[in-house]
């Protein structure tokens, strides 16, 4: 099963991802950037990552920048999942290496199907 890890500080967001994602794949969650890392760090592997932008401790873009610039992560797709919608911070996502730019709140369908485009 494909292990997939949500990044967001809203509590409720990373619940409704959860319950839209269960079932098809093995969820982990961090509610911050920089708890993130630490568990990307020491996880066995992780398939994909639907980060937030705005974030306390350590933002989503900041997040994406450090996971490329590892070995373990450097292919691995990145998902920002966020209310942001303008264009200088779509940049710097893809700039950071982001796969994908989801405008929350989103359509489970689409997600879904997004997902398993990346993980096919």
């Known amino acids: 099963m494909k292990r997939i890890l949500i990044v967001d500080d809203s509590t409720a967001i990373r619940n409704i991802i959860k319950t839209t994602l269960f079932g098809d794949y093995e969820v982990h969650e961090a509610e911050n950037g920089e708890a993130a890392y630490d568990f990307a760090s020491s996880a066995a592997n992780i398939d994909l990552f639907l980060l937030d932008v705005n974030m306390p401790k350590m933002d989503g873009i900041t997040l994406a920048k450090k996971l490329r610039a ?44 997004v997902l398993q485009k990346l993980l096919s």
Do not use: F, H
């Open 70 to 113: 590892t070995t373990k992560y450097s292919k691995t797709p990145i998902i920002m999942l966020t209310t942001e919608s303008r264009d200088d911070k779509k940049q710097a996502g893809r700039d950071a290496g982001a796969n994908g730019w989801i405008v929350k709140p989103c359509d489970p369908d689409k997600l879904l199907n």
